[in-house]
């Protein structure tokens, strides 16, 4: 157990609509990062948060976007779905130090039908 | 840009057996190296980080070697168990230090 709770677990969207997805971080940590996980592949970078801040992006579209709260949890927001955003999203909390370790959730699981 | 390979791509090995699992990435100049275990459907275990400045870290049957200069990292797993079986993935930080470049993992079935 890593203390990074994601939310839903699993979702079902329409292509077009929009989606939110939650992630609660790990006591003590200040960075939430978001990546988005195809089937079979490794998980790609989306972008990170680091008190409330953006603190970098990977190669993902402005539809894809991203709040961090006080608290330092975060959410991921992604706007006119389309059916390759079907994918696991996972939420990874760590310490902005160089060379800390990163804890992840357990994902939450988007269809787009 | 930071790239990260993994060999082999998939792996079924009976009860028992000792194996390896191989990483490399193309950027030797990293912070760390993080080890995963991925259930299918699920999110990411911690296995094991090795910074820069070690050759080799272990937790119970899970021993992992960071060479540096060639740009590979191995993970052995010890007397394999049927709960072995998984994804293994590794991962660099990328040039800033901070978010990770995954492999795209190795596949392991333990038969019992």
């Known amino acids: 157990e890593t203390g990074v709770t994601q939310s839903p677990t699993h979702l079902i969207k329409t292509r077009g609509q929009q989606v939110t997805l939650r992630c609660s971080s790990q006591s003590g940590h200040n960075t939430v990062s978001w990546y988005q996980q195809a089937l079979g592949q490794g998980p790609q970078f989306i972008f990170q948060y680091y008190r409330e801040e953006e603190n970098g992006r990977g190669n993902f579209p402005p539809r894809f976007s991203g709040l961090q709260f006080p608290n330092y949890s975060s959410e991921l927001n992604v706007n006119a779905l389309e059916l390759d955003d079907s994918a696991l999203y996972l939420c990874?909390?760590?310490?902005?130090?160089?060379?800390?370790?990163?804890?992840f959730g357990q994902g939450t699981r988007l269809t787009v039908v | 840009k930071q790239e990260v390979t993994q060999i082999p791509a998939a792996l079924s090995v009976p009860e028992g057996e000792n194996l390896v699992l191989n990483c490399s990435f193309t950027d030797s100049a990293i912070y760390n190296l993080q080890w995963f275990r991925q259930d299918p459907g699920k999110g990411l275990t911690s296995l094991l980080l090795i910074q820069s400045s070690q050759r080799e870290q272990t937790s119970g049957r899970l021993n992992a070697s960071l060479d540096k200069s060639s740009g590979r990292s191995t993970l052995y797993i010890a007397a394999s168990q049927p709960g072995d079986s998984a994804t293994y993935l590794c991962?660099?930080?990328?040039?800033?230090?901070?978010?990770?470049?995954f492999g795209p993992g190795t596949r392991l079935s333990v038969l019992p």
């Open positions: 991962a660099v930080p990328d040039n800033y230090g901070q978010n990770f470049v």
């Open positions: 990874a909390s760590s310490s902005n130090r160089v060379g800390t370790e990163a804890f």
